[in-house]
């Protein structure tokens, strides 16, 4: 499937809705919800099986994504603001919640996600740190944008969740 051109159509997320997703341990789409396929623009058809990066709008910093990755398969859950790309090329903002799933013994099986409407007062910081996260990313590279935002949490004396969580 190819991925559309980004265009600046901003669609609103409607308030008080979720939108809730399962993928397997590769991050393939397991499960998603009617407003899910909804935002997307995809059809539910077209959405299982594929990568959950399928919506992944090139204004995110691929460090994001990292940080995601790791502290899921490390079992624990994360929060994130995202950028998703639609079908048409339109974008949305989303305050997610990505947690794993696990079996009887404890072993990683999936994930689970929950995004609900980004505030949008704190869209603003989120864009600003993006772009510059994104900026570092393209001229110098991810390991860059992590110490950039390293360096961010540090003189904050934050983890990048209590950072995430704290405006």
Not at 79 to 86: D, G, H, R, V
Not at 141 to 148: C, D, L, R, T
């Amino acid at each position: 499937m190819s991925k559309p051109t980004p265009n600046n159509n901003e669609i609103v997320f409607p308030e008080n809705n979720i939108i809730v997703s399962k993928t397997d341990t590769k991050g393939k789409i397991t499960y998603c919800n009617e407003l899910f396929i909804q935002m997307s623009g995809y059809e539910e058809e077209k959405l299982l099986g594929q990568p959950h990066n399928i919506l992944r709008h090139p204004d995110m910093p691929r460090i994001v994504f990292k940080l995601l990755w790791e502290n899921i398969q490390s079992g624990n859950e994360m929060n994130a603001y995202i950028k998703n790309l639609t079908k048409d090329g339109s974008y949305y903002w989303v305050f997610a919640n990505v947690t794993p799933s696990f079996d009887k013994d404890n072993k990683i099986i999936g994930y689970f996600s929950v995004r609900r409407k980004a505030d949008a007062s704190k869209l603003e910081f989120i864009k600003n740190l993006y772009k510059q996260l994104l900026a570092t990313e393209k001229n110098q590279g991810m390991e860059a944008s992590m110490k950039q935002l390293q360096n961010i949490l540090n003189e904050k004396e934050l983890s990048y969740e209590e950072f995430i969580l704290s405006f």
